[in-house]
């Protein structure tokens, strides 16, 4: 009987000697969810210069308390000139400070009778200012290689000015559905089939984790023809996944094509869902190798398999450090169970209150009940040869992408 491995063993395999995809220049438009591949440095300073913080009065605080003639009027990108003694300044939100003045205070609080403003008397220096480079400075690290690019980082791009970026290029995945009796939909289902779930889940997964998904193919039950797909996969591929074909019935044939074409790394792991996963490599004819994920082929073990293994994976070949592991939540149980020799990735719902996180179970754990994934936002992880009951705390992985 073959030996079961622990997931850490996998992850260790699977991750070995993974090194970072090329990177290409992309505009920063097409550059959302991309991930770094070089450092940014800042070329400006943020603010790029000392500004008001909202609409009001500046002044030098030692004049705080006074009746101040108001000598100029700045607004937002307008120059503001030196300041003159014994007066302020209409200033607006974004204005310029002028030289001279050191504190802003709010409309709200000045009485204003024609040209001149009674201000307050407890005006601190600094008051409502923002001082130039108080975001940024020039020649800091903007954002780090590895990053990856969502909004807000995507905005502090842009207020540099930048308009073209580094990023590693998307992981080309070859996605491979096996199994006579798996159909794509659209075509009537005759007696014994089934419509092919894996392939739209899965496709949405990898391209959530950065991933291009460069071609899909339905293997029928045939040896000779996996290994011809499985060769083909691998020549335009980084990583081929397929689902189906690598446990031990007579027509699973995906192990033993792997073995003749390339290298079977590791098979079957001591986790729940997903015994019967599959890690290798195949070689490609222009020389270097493809990795190779085989998931097993109920929807949820895909599911489940997806998060563990092809999300770090991809984060590996992205070089990006955010997606080679799943946040961590501890969270009290709201459920009760206990497990074999394997670790259980339970399907759960955390909710958060005063009291912190509960993670709420399906109550249907089978691996062929995609329809607990919708709602799921995390996998309880539940070690081998365990007892939990209710109000215990759990370890879960956030399904975060």
């Known amino acids: 009987m073959a030996e079961l491995h622990s997931i850490e063993a996998a992850l260790a395999a699977l991750l070995s000697d993974v090194t970072p995809v090329p990177a290409e220049r992309v505009a920063l438009t097409d550059a959302a969810g991309r991930v770094l591949a070089e450092d940014v440095t800042a070329q400006l300073d943020v603010p790029p210069y000392t500004n008001s913080a909202m609409d009001g009065y500046a002044l030098?605080?030692?004049?705080?308390?006074?009746?101040?003639?108001?000598?100029?009027r700045i607004a937002a990108g307008t120059p503001a000139t030196p300041l003159a003694p014994g007066s302020c300044a209409r200033i607006f939100t974004g204005g310029e400070?002028?030289?001279?003045?050191?504190?802003?205070?709010?409309?709200?609080?000045?009485?204003?009778?024609?040209?001149?403003?009674?201000?307050?008397?407890?005006?601190?220096?600094?008051?409502?200012?923002?001082?130039?480079?108080?975001?940024?400075?020039?020649?800091?690290?903007?954002?780090?290689?590895?990053?990856?690019?969502?909004?807000?980082?995507?905005?502090?791009?842009?207020?540099?000015?930048?308009t073209e970026v580094g990023v590693r290029r998307r992981p080309r995945v070859a996605l491979?559905?096996?199994?006579?009796?798996?159909?794509?939909?659209?075509?009537?289902?005759?007696?014994?089939?089934?419509?092919?779930?894996?392939?739209?889940?899965?496709?949405?997964l990898l391209e959530t984790f950065g991933a291009e998904v460069v071609s899909q193919v339905s293997v029928p039950d045939?040896?000779?023809?996996?290994?011809?797909?499985?060769?083909?996969?691998?020549?335009?591929?980084?990583?081929?996944?397929?689902?189906?074909g690598v446990s031990v019935g007579e027509e699973d044939h995906v192990k033993a094509s792997l073995e003749a074409l390339g290298e079977l790394t590791m098979w079957k792991l001591a986790i729940r869902p997903g015994k019967p996963l599959a890690l290798g490599r195949l070689p490609r004819q222009a020389g270097g190798l493809a990795r190779f994920v085989g998931l097993p082929g109920n929807p949820v073990s895909g599911f489940v398999g997806?998060?563990?293994?092809?999300?770090?994976?991809?984060?590996?070949?992205?070089?990006?450090?955010?997606?080679?592991?799943?946040p961590c939540v501890t969270a009290r149980a709201e459920f009760a169970?206990?497990?074999?020799?394997?670790?259980?990735?339970?399907?759960?719902?955390?909710?958060?209150?005063?009291?912190?996180?509960?993670?709420?179970?399906?109550?249907?754990?089978?691996?062929?009940?995609?329809?607990?994934?919708?709602?799921?936002?995390?996998?309880?992880?539940?070690?081998?040869?365990?007892?939990v009951a209710v109000g215990q705390p759990v370890q879960c992985l956030w399904l975060s992408a």
């Open 60 to 72: 030098r605080a030692a004049d705080a308390g006074e009746r101040l003639e108001v000598s100029q």
């Open 337 to 387: 169970t206990s497990t074999g020799p394997r670790q259980h990735y339970m399907r759960v719902s955390l909710t958060f209150d005063a009291q912190g996180a509960q993670a709420r179970a399906f109550d249907d754990q089978n691996s062929s009940v995609l329809s607990s994934c919708i709602q799921a936002n995390a996998l309880a992880v539940i070690p081998p040869h365990a007892e």
């Open 176 to 204: 491979l559905s096996t199994g006579d009796e798996v159909i794509d939909p659209g075509t009537p289902l005759k007696p014994g089939q089934l419509y092919n779930s894996n392939r739209p889940m899965l496709t949405r």
């Open 222 to 244: 045939d040896a000779e023809r996996t290994r011809e797909l499985l060769a083909q996969a691998a020549e335009n591929a980084d990583v081929v996944v397929s689902t189906g």
């Open 97 to 162: 400070i002028p030289p001279g003045a050191d504190c802003v205070v709010m409309q709200e609080r000045v009485e204003v009778d024609g040209n001149v403003a009674l201000i307050p008397a407890d005006i601190p220096a600094g008051d409502n200012v923002r001082l130039k480079g108080r975001d940024v400075r020039q020649g800091d690290v903007l954002l780090s290689a590895g990053e990856r690019l969502e909004a807000a980082a995507l905005g502090h791009l842009a207020g540099q000015g930048i």
């Open 306 to 326: 997806a998060w563990l293994f092809l999300r770090p994976l991809m984060g590996a070949l992205l070089g990006c450090p955010a997606l080679t592991s799943l």
